[in-house]
């Protein structure tokens, strides 16, 4: 059976084939050259466990690297009709001998060769045979071509051996070559030379049978028996150690060649940037591509192939992306999708924007490849953080085609994307309204690109706003997410009273039809305004109490966050008014003042303890119906309880201790407090024993008018609840 007629039957037909690492390629052939390397095109891959499948649009198979081929049967039935017609035109393959001189018909003519090749048909067994049957045929059929081989050895002429013996080197057929050239030594009395020794060392091409270390036996048994290698010796180990790499013995053969003038061929050439490829010396190999290109030497499409491969594969895009914008520019035909479709998804992943941008402009856009929605996310990060707004908006427009369900992520990089290419905050925003429009409630996340775009300038701040009108003047519906970010830059600019008047607007920005609620503030809207209260100078508990009988009246459902930052605002305000009251002492001021200062100063801290107690209890009422009475309540974070702990002992305040011991209980819960809680102890031991030597210490039992009055916390409670 000839392989070769086989698979040129075969093209355009599904075909099965199955690599020598044990992965196993399912497509249709397209194209098959005279080195049987396999072009196939709608490709299933599989992993050598049959557990991962690949599906890819192209792929190229070096004939080395075929251990077995499937094709259909009607396929082989043809071919097999076609060789019987042409053995009787011919009288047989190797019969009669007449008019061929010694050469016996055309049977050994090396077209058989591909039996001792990468193709294997033993799989053609009848289904109806074991297999113990199978192996005995082919037992029968390897003990049938050896003796076949023999006939042949033993009719041919020595040159036609020594073309045989060169046909299986180039084949890596490192057995039947060492056989081969015996019995040239022993029955055709050749002496050892150059030409059996280049094929013993090419033979070596075999990814499984050669090695480099039998190649440098052969060299030094050469220079035993004084034969000189010539330049064929020399482009066989070059050829070699491209398969198996030994960077030393290839800098010396390099430098004998240099050193005897012998000239590098194409070939040659090729050999050596493979090896340096295959050895890591990345540099080299791409310095001596570029030399080949200066010295107008063609370099083959496999050999950048190869390069481009294994520069993704070790994240050297930039130098990929180089390579394949010289070929694209160049004209080049024909270049492999698969390995665009590889400098897409690696270019993508490390974000490198020209690559990916020129992968989609030549095969994506035009429909060539189709990447998965993976690497389509890689994509629309790598144009967010490059600011390509026309390429986030194709990948967009590519989803939607495809029914993609779009993500809050999907919209995140879009907005990224619009703010880092020309600061496009219209835009920006909008998007924030289409989130809305598809049914995606916008989160803080999604807005913190425009948190750090309008931070820091009020002006913008401003503008942002009247462009929340805009889109709301032209029936947008506004999420609060995006309310939320004006407050939180006006809070970030400790500008309270701004935003206290988005916050009292956030009913104009209502949807139509929901004219029945007061607003849609959210519980996030309340902790940053309650946070402005913190960072407001002094800090402002007043319109802190407002905002939680405003929490109360809209039924906002408070968080431990809110807790955490009500408690902070009284911690604050109470320490500024003790200060006060220090510095008022401290300038001679009328003791009255400074006395009121002072207790104003001990009633907000003892708010704040109020508070803290409350956030304590609130879990506990809400889980009243479990049978675990131990379920532990809400704590506040690490800094606010240090805080409300030492600013309770500097006045005296033995609940100071509960605070710490409701810290210590909660330890593994508090984050940081296992590392840092015996330096709270320590501080709040110190401010005591201060406060004890100042005889500072607030008097037990004692009432205060504002303390029997609705205070805040109890609201916060009410509302919680």
Avoid at 114 to 130: M, Q, T, V
Avoid at 186 to 202: G, M, V
């Amino acid at each position: 059976m000839l392989p070769l007629g086989l698979l040129t039957a075969a093209q355009g037909h599904p075909m099965l084939v199955e690599l020598k690492n044990g992965e196993t390629l399912n497509g249709h052939l397209v194209n098959c050259d005279t080195y049987m390397n396999l072009t196939l095109k709608e490709v299933v891959q599989t992993s050598p466990e049959g557990d991962k499948f690949f599906r890819l649009p192209e792929c190229y198979v070096r004939g080395n690297n075929i251990k077995y081929l499937r094709v259909p049967d009607e396929i082989v039935d043809v071919v097999k009709e076609q060789q019987a017609t042409q053995q009787a035109q011919r009288g047989g393959r190797g019969g009669g001998m007449s008019g061929r001189g010694d050469h016996g018909g055309r049977g050994d003519r090396g077209r058989g060769m591909g039996r001792e090749g990468p193709i294997n048909f033993r799989f053609k067994a009848p289904k109806d045979e074991g297999p113990n049957q199978a192996r005995l045929k082919a037992q029968q059929l390897h003990q049938r071509r050896q003796q076949e081989q023999q006939v042949f050895y033993q009719q041919a002429s020595t040159p036609r051996l020594y073309t045989k013996l060169k046909a299986l080197a180039y084949s890596g057929h490192v057995e039947e070559c060492r056989k081969l050239v015996e019995w040239l030594v022993r029955e055709r009395r050749e002496k050892p030379n150059s030409q059996l020794y280049s094929a013993l060392i090419l033979s070596n091409v075999s990814e499984d049978d050669g090695a480099a270390w039998r190649v440098m036996d052969y060299l030094e048994e050469m220079r035993q028996a004084d034969i000189q290698i010539d330049p064929g010796v020399c482009h066989s180990v070059l050829k070699v150690l491209s398969v198996h790499p030994d960077h030393l013995l290839r800098a010396d053969i390099l430098e004998f060649m240099r050193a005897r003038w012998f000239q590098l061929s194409e070939d040659g050439a090729h050999d050596v940037v493979a090896g340096l490829l295959r050895s890591g010396l990345f540099e080299q190999a791409l310095e001596r591509i570029e030399g080949m290109r200066q010295n107008s030497v063609p370099v083959q499409g496999w050999l950048l192939d190869m390069a481009v491969y294994m520069l993704c594969n070790i994240g050297e895009i930039d130098e990929a992306y180089q390579i394949m914008r010289v070929r694209h520019d160049s004209g080049e035909a024909n270049l492999s999708r698969t390995l665009w479709h590889t400098l897409l998804d690696t270019g993508s992943s490390y974000r490198h924007h020209a690559s990916t941008s020129l992968v989609w402009s030549v095969q994506v856009g035009p429909g060539y490849i189709n990447p998965s929605s993976g690497i389509c996310l890689n994509v629309l990060t790598t144009a967010s953080k490059a600011g390509d707004a026309v390429l986030a908006t194709d990948v967009f427009s590519h989803l939607s085609k495809r029914g993609t369900q779009f993500q809050r992520i999907h919209y995140q990089l879009l907005i990224e994307c619009y703010l880092a290419s020309s600061d496009d905050m219209k835009r920006a925003l909008s998007i924030l309204t289409i989130m809305a429009l598809e049914r995606i409630e916008p989160s803080i996340f999604e807005t913190r690109a425009l948190y750090a775009l309008l931070r820091n300038d009020s002006k913008l701040t401003a503008e942002a706003f009247e462009t929340l009108r805009e889109l709301h003047d032209q029936d947008r519906k506004i999420p609060i997410a995006a309310l939320n970010l004006i407050i939180e830059c006006y809070v970030q600019q400790r500008n309270l009273p701004e935003a206290m008047k988005v916050y009292k607007l956030i009913h104009t920005f209502l949807p139509p039809g929901d004219g029945a609620r007061k607003s849609f503030a959210n519980t996030e809207t309340f902790n940053l305004l309650l946070r402005g209260c913190r960072m407001k100078d002094p800090p402002d508990e007043q319109q802190a109490s407002f905002l939680v009988s405003e929490l109360l009246a809209l039924k906002v459902k408070p968080t431990s966050l809110t807790y955490d930052r009500l408690i902070l605002v009284f911690i604050e305000a109470g320490a500024n008014a003790l200060r006060s009251a220090q510095l008022a002492s401290d300038d001679g001021s009328e003791q009255q003042h400074v006395h009121q200062q002072y207790q104003r100063g001990v009633q907000l801290l003892d708010w704040a303890y109020r508070h803290f107690n409350d956030m304590q209890g609130i879990m506990s009422e809400d889980n009243s119906s479990a049978d675990d009475s131990s379920v532990p309540g809400w704590i506040p974070r690490f800094g606010t309880l240090e805080r409300l702990a030492t600013h309770l002992a500097k006045v005296g305040d033995v609940r100071c201790w509960d605070v710490l011991q409701a810290g210590e209980d909660h330890a593994g819960e508090i984050e940081g407090w296992e590392a840092k809680g015996k330096w709270v102890r320590k501080n709040v031991e110190d401010a005591w024993e201060k406060s004890q030597e100042g005889d500072m210490a607030l008097p037990s039992g004692g009432s205060d008018p504002l303390l029997l009055s609705d205070s805040p916390q109890q609201k916060v409670e009410a509302a919680a609840a």
